[in-house]
């Protein structure tokens, strides 16, 4: 898979969310054309789901509700990543 159509995978699953464009780019910018992508991809998305699934525990233990619904919205758009690059 080339870069631009690596991209234009990603901008398909992040659609017009916010946070889904922002991990578009980032995984974009890290992109290797040596076929390791989806492997370095992968990871980049784990280490974000581990990130996000830390601070919506942190925010449902301190009563901060809505701070938690947030996080579980990127979680699920880290999911939609992940099932992309399967």
């Given at each position: 898979?080339?870069?631009?159509?690596?991209?234009?995978?990603?901008?398909?699953?992040?659609g017009?969310?916010?946070?889904?464009?922002?991990?578009?780019?980032?995984?974009?910018?890290?992109?290797?054309?040596?076929?390791?992508?989806?492997?370095?991809?992968?990871?980049?998305?784990?280490?974000?789901?581990?990130?996000?699934?830390?601070?919506?525990?942190?925010?449902?233990?301190?009563?901060?509700?809505?701070?938690?619904?947030?996080?579980?919205?990127?979680?699920?758009?880290?999911?939609?990543?992940?099932?992309?690059?399967?």
């Amino acid at each position: 898979m080339t870069k631009a159509e690596f991209e234009a995978k990603l901008a398909a699953v992040a659609g017009d969310c916010a946070y889904g464009k922002e991990i578009a780019a980032d995984l974009v910018e890290h992109f290797d054309e040596t076929g390791k992508y989806a492997q370095t991809a992968k990871d980049r998305l784990d280490d974000r789901l581990g990130t996000l699934k830390g601070w919506e525990k942190k925010h449902e233990a301190e009563g901060e509700y809505a701070k938690a619904s947030d996080e579980a919205k990127k979680i699920s758009c880290v999911y939609k990543f992940l099932d992309a690059l399967k």
